[in-house]
């Protein structure tokens, strides 16, 4: 297998993700349901805990190429978004456009900001459906839902592609509060 260090030219290194403080086996267990393998890199940093190399494909764990990072959240950002939760619980009109975004999100997310995986077939995206199903969806309820688009799907964007949108918060490059959608994308 060719591994994805040999490749020369650039490429997306990584994402940098973080979980909220108490959920890092929460977050491991997202990220393998989604068929990823997860290592410790030993690397703490200024961190409460050290930081997690989420591996897309199990038989080329390579840390420093195609590797989503995942640490805890810092305190400073913690602050800010505790704060702007309690402005929200506060400003309805806010509270409302929230939840205009979350179900954006939900539903027609094509443009909301994301990271995707790719996976070899639908059926490998079927397989991480089934995982979330049987295990996340009941525990997490209303912090994560799946919505897959088929290419003949009336509201697909595209015809090449299976897309399967996850909106979730436990494993975010951004805010908690906005969430986080990971896409799942496959061949059609
Ligand atoms: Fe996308």
Redesign the pocket.
């Known amino acids: 297998m060719k591994r994805i260090a040999d490749y020369e030219g650039t490429l997306l290194s990584h994402v940098e993700s973080l979980y909220r403080p108490g959920e890092r086996e929460l977050a491991i267990e997202l990220v393998e349901a989604l068929g990823c393998v997860v290592t410790d890199t030993g690397f703490k940093g200024d961190g409460a805990d050290s930081f997690l190399a989420v591996h897309p494909n199990p038989e080329d764990q390579d840390v420093q190429n195609n590797a989503v990072y995942m640490s805890q959240i810092r305190p400073e950002q913690l602050l800010v978004e505790e704060r702007l939760k309690q402005v929200v619980l506060q400003d309805q009109a806010l509270a409302e456009a929230m939840e205009g975004y979350r179900e954006v999100a939900r539903t027609k997310p ?1 443009g909301v900001p ?3 995986l790719r996976y070899k077939s639908r059926k490998s995206i079927e397989a991480a459906e089934a995982r979330l199903k049987s295990s996340l969806i009941p525990k997490l309820k209303d912090r994560l839902h799946l919505r897959i688009f088929y290419p003949d799907d009336a509201d697909a964007a595209v015809g090449i592609s299976v ?1 399967g949108f996850l909106y979730q918060d436990v494993v975010v490059s951004g805010s908690f509060m906005m969430g986080q959608i990971i ?1 799942l ?1 496959a061949p059609a």
């Open positions: 094509f994301h990271f995707s897309q896409e994308q």
